[in-house]
């Protein structure tokens, strides 16, 4: 089949990040329903978020020993099964400390074993063209923000909130067909000649392994700039972002906004704004100079979204909110995408699989902090423009971390960006 299998690939990891990033983003229906039925408070409800988040982020590198082990279609065979477990059983849930194991644990495992392989294949596939195949493999997770909110709503509405996780159960599932297509390079049928194939065989070897070689301890000591992303990510990305997303939808049904299906169209705008988001980091990047650089970007889509989210609480017709929902989920289109490629400028290629690592574990250790503290600050003060003054301030605090120091630390170290 030549070299066109590897848009096959593409196809799965495709999906995947449709499921995966999809799904997470458009949990507000579902958190809002559990939280009514169960007369939860917003705290008690986050945990479920913060648990999923922190579990899906920090189980990378388990990921990465299966991938080596096991492989990249087994790995993501095992999530799956996993995670559609865990929805399955959800159903039954008579507390709601059994949805922070059943959703939290077991999809937040599952779903993070899925994240490195289904990524990490695509570098196996592609150089030349590897920006586009992220792109297109990344285009996932606004299809899927934009599909599952009205999907998951319909659900609850036609068989209520238990019906609906047991028919996601199955529609997750079909994560399998898609590791079903995964299969290694070396093993396809190419116009190379075979001892390009075996050198192929042993460089995939050598990629899987570095893939396992993930805590690389020397890239904090040798680079602060680094450090500094970390920290923007901890504070930003982890405890600024994870529970945003739900959370706009319970605001707008605090709020009265609209029905139930006209506030899911809201976080259905906020997938496709993402998805714009998503495709915008090349054109930013053609515009790049020394004084404009990816973290320079990246900083400045974390703080611009602080300052939308701090803003959002003047949205108080359905039309303005929407627009703060879209600001709100381009912002994050470009973040997510331009940070890859703030992880390839400052530590290099070579060191991107560590960098991955350090930066997961940041977010997770911010995403088990943000969701139960902004749940904390509504059911204190009823009111959930406070908990988006808190997003808000992270935001910022965590764009000014990787803008402050940037010119002086980049100057210092000589780094040389995009």
Not at 36 to 52: C, G, P, Q
Not at 343 to 355: E, K, L, S, W, Y
Request: proline share 4%; hydrophobic share 50%; aromatic share 14%.
């Amino acid at each position: 089949m030549r070299g066109s299998y590897r848009w096959v690939v593409v196809l799965g990891s495709h999906l995947c990040c449709l499921f995966v990033f999809g799904w997470y983003q458009a949990v507000g229906p579902l958190f809002v329903a559990v939280q009514h039925y169960f007369k939860e408070t917003s705290t008690r409800t986050s945990w479920i978020l913060a648990i999923f988040v922190s579990l899906q982020m920090s189980i990378g590198p388990v990921s990465n020993v299966c991938v080596k082990k096991f492989g990249f279609r087994v790995t993501v065979m095992i999530g799956t099964v996993m995670s559609s477990i865990g929805f399955f059983i959800s159903a039954f849930a008579t507390r709601i400390e059994f949805l922070y194991f059943s959703i939290g644990i077991l999809v937040g495992i599952g779903y993070g074993l899925i994240v490195p392989p289904h990524l990490g294949i695509i570098a196996l596939y592609f150089k030349k063209r590897f920006p586009l195949a992220n792109s297109l493999v990344l285009t996932g997770s606004g299809i899927g923000t934009f599909v599952f909110p009205p999907l998951m709503q319909y659900l609850i509405d036609s068989y209520g909130w238990r019906g609906a996780v047991i028919i996601f159960s199955g529609i997750n599932a079909h994560m399998g067909i898609s590791a079903a297509l995964y299969r290694t390079p070396a093993r396809l049928e190419t116009s190379h000649d075979v001892k390009k194939e075996n050198e192929s065989e042993v460089q995939n070897s050598n990629i899987c392994r570095d893939h396992c070689e993930i805590w690389d301890f020397s890239l904090l000591r040798r680079n602060p700039l680094f450090v500094a992303f970390l920290f923007a990510n901890l504070l930003g990305i982890g405890v600024g972002y994870p529970a945003l997303p739900a959370h706009l939808f319970a605001r707008a049904e605090t709020k009265n906004l609209g029905s139930q299906d006209e506030l899911a169209l809201i976080i259905s705008f906020f997938g496709v704004s993402a998805l714009i988001g998503r495709w915008t980091p090349p054109l930013l990047m053609n515009i790049s100079t020394k004084h404009c650089t990816s973290i320079t970007w990246f900083g400045l889509a974390v703080l611009l979204a602080g300052i939308v989210s701090l803003l959002s609480s003047l949205a108080t017709t359905y039309a303005s909110y929407t627009t703060c929902a879209c600001s709100i989920g381009f912002l994050s289109g470009i973040f997510f995408t331009v940070s890859s490629l703030v992880m390839t400028d400052i530590v290099g290629h070579q060191n991107f699989t560590a960098a991955v690592g350090f930066t997961a574990l940041a977010i997770s250790i911010g995403g088990i902090i943000g969701p139960p503290i902004a749940g904390y600050i509504y059911d204190v003060t009823g009111d959930y423009n406070n908990s988006f003054y808190f997003y808000g301030a992270f935001l910022i605090l965590g764009g000014l971390t990787a803008l402050v120091p940037e010119p002086y630390l980049a100057r210092r170290e000589e780094f040389v960006f995009r």
